[in-house]
């Protein structure tokens, strides 16, 4: 299982996850290799020039599957390269500001957003990144005008929201519900339609902000090269339908800050149109300009 992160990110966890839980069920090895590098896409080329023949696996994710593809030139074609085989789960991202942003609830955040526009600034982990995009989705989905504030990575943007430099983000539930919970940051919603369990108490945006259908996470599943056999993806899918609807799985994936979403190889494959097309849009509105 090619695993196009370094060591500790989230797809890396996932991804090993998953390959202990196949090498239990399938009754041979299934081994994690990281080939980090360039946002994730020096993995996905390899996992999509491997032999299609069901022995390399790809723990794909958001941002070299769905986002690298609409903001820079990839090496590879998703569509005519790597064939779905599952969805595994979904990062959830909240909006979050200061304490001491004056807004008590989603409602008063928009009102005074709206009030000033080009005035408040949001924090992403940078110009293209998936927490960029969702950003722009949600403004533009929401009325909503503010100065983009573009950071290297998350830590830094939410450790300029922390100080105050900011005024709100959308960044992940994981890097984002120690301090809610700490009191440092308020959440007005999160991401996901239905709410997570990782964000207990905390609004859909989708019901909060009315914004109907808005549900966006980073999502982290399971993908082949694109001329594997029909059966061996259909093997891979129905196993990993199993395996996600364990209990298990369900506590495993949230003790890295992800939620169970699993989805077979036909729906993944509906899913990842419909994130293209969401997210296209967020760089059309954004104005990001392929590299």
């Known amino acids: 299982m090619i695993i196009p992160w370094p060591p500790g990110q989230a797809t890396d966890l996932i991804g090993r996850i998953l390959a202990q839980v196949l090498t239990e069920r399938l009754g041979q090895s299934v081994v994690p290799e990281n080939r980090g590098g360039a946002g994730g896409m ?3 080329d390899a996992a999509a020039k491997s032999a299609p023949d069901g022995l390399t696996l790809l723990a794909a994710s958001a941002g070299p599957v769905t986002v690298n593809p609409l903001v820079q030139r990839t090496p590879y074609d998703v569509e005519r390269d790597l064939a779905p ?4 789960g979904l990062s959830p991202y909240l909006l979050v500001t200061h304490p001491d942003f004056p807004a008590r609830n989603i409602g008063e955040f928009l009102s005074v957003v709206r009030a000033s526009p080009g005035t408040y600034t949001f ?21 909503l005008q503010a100065v983009h504030v573009p950071f290297q990575g998350s830590a830094p943007g939410l450790t300029a929201l922390l100080a105050g430099q900011v005024h709100y983000t959308l960044e992940t539930a994981a890097a984002t519900m120690p301090h809610v919970r700490a009191g440092r940051l308020r959440a007005y919603g999160v991401s996901l339609a239905n709410g997570s369990a990782l964000a207990p108490g905390v609004t ?9 259908g808005f549900n966006l996470g980073a999502w982290i599943g399971l993908m082949v090269p694109a001329a594997t056999q029909p059966a061996i993806i259909q093997r891979l899918s129905t196993l990993m ?4 609807a364990t209990q298990e799985m369900k506590e495993r994936f949230a003790a890295v800050g992800v ?3 699993a989805k077979p190889a036909a729906a993944f494959a509906t899913y990842l149109a419909e994130q293209r097309q969401i997210f296209s849009e967020a760089v059309r509105r954004a104005n990001i300009r392929p590299e």
């Not at 924090?123 to 009325?143: K, Q, V």
């Not at 859909?204 to 902000?209: E, F, K």
């Not at 339908?241 to 996600?244: C, D, G, N, R, Y």
């Open 42 to 44: 020096i993995g996905t």
């Open 85 to 88: 085989v599952a969805l595994a």
């Open 123 to 143: 924090a992403t982990s940078g110009t293209g990144a998936t927490a960029h995009l969702i950003a722009e989705y949600f403004n533009a989905r929401s009325g």
């Open 204 to 212: 859909p945006l989708a019901v909060g902000a009315d914004i109907p």
């Open 241 to 244: 339908m199993e395996v996600m």
């Open 259 to 261: 939620e169970v979403d």
